[in-house]
């Protein structure tokens, strides 16, 4: 019955992206504006916790593990306080907890860990609203899209290299997540998303800060790289970034194949 019951709510959720992605599609100019309800959905935070928990990742600045939750709070329980506080408009992101990675050119690349509670959140922001963008989407763009990865890039780069292409250009925007506009940024959520709800939620997470050495940063660009809120965030404003760039690439470069990955 347990099992039964798990099926039956993700059959409701997958219906209920449906409904969203077929809405976008079929009027590309429509604004979404009554979608905060579906967030604190009671199946949506627990599918939302699940894939958290399904990523693994550290802990944030509070030190929460899942172990923590699941052993000395319970699932059930954590949840019912973000979904109490959400439906209040009392809840509040975290800032995120700063860490560095190398990368292979020797340098460092900075991830900003959010606490447990906030990826939660975000994840299920992250299942309401990318339906809707993700309908917008031409079929060249790969990047931090359902069932699409760098490696299905890549194939069709392999394709035109068969097809006599003999030039490939790789082109990276540097330090593109630490220099997004937030003011930018939100502007081109709101082309399709007019719920004030979230938005808010958006602003919060942009506003949370970055905490690194005990001392907590604000910042007026970027997102953190390493929380949900990076793929969350990109896809409206890359969306923008594309559009622009394909302009470039049919006025100078005669019109190449581009593919976008990351």
Same mark, same amino acid.
């Given at each position: 019955m347990i099992a039964k019951a798990g099926n039956m709510s993700n059959e409701k959720i997958r219906?209920? *992206?449906d409904k969203l992605y077929l809405a976008a599609k079929t009027n590309p100019k429509r604004k979404f504006g009554v979608l905060y309800d579906k967030?604190?959905?009671?199946d949506i935070l627990l599918m939302a916790y699940k894939q958290v928990r399904a990523n693994k990742g550290a802990h944030g600045i509070d030190q929460q593990t899942f172990e923590d939750i699941e052993n000395k709070v319970g699932i059930s329980e954590f949840l019912a306080n973000v979904r109490q506080r959400l439906i209040d408009k009392e809840y509040k992101p975290?800032?995120?907890?700063r860490v560095y990675i190398p990368k292979p050119d020797g340098s460092k690349r900075p991830l900003g860990i959010p606490v447990i509670e906030d990826r939660v959140v975000q994840a299920a922001v992250k299942m309401i609203i990318e339906p809707i963008f993700e309908a917008c989407f031409?079929?060249?763009?790969?990047?931090?899209?359902? *069932?699409?990865?760098?490696?299905?890039?890549?194939r069709e780069v392999y394709k035109w290299l068969n097809y006599k292409c003999h030039w490939v250009i790789d082109a990276d925007i540097k330090s593109y997540f630490d220099k997004i506009p937030h003011d930018k940024l939100i502007k081109s959520v709101m082309v399709k998303i007019i719920d004030k709800g979230i938005i808010k939620l958006l602003n919060l997470w942009l506003k949370a800060g970055v905490m690194e050495e005990m001392e907590t940063r604000k910042e007026t660009t970027g997102t953190p790289q390493g929380g949900l809120c990076k793929a969350l965030h990109k896809p409206p404003y890359a969306k923008k970034v594309i559009m622009l760039s394909n302009m470039l690439q049919l006025s100078i470069f005669n019109n190449p194949p581009v593919f976008y990955f990351a």
């Open positions: 219906e209920l *992206q967030v604190y959905r009671e975290k800032p995120v907890r031409m079929d060249y763009s790969y990047g931090f899209r359902p *069932q699409k990865s760098a490696y299905e890039a890549l």
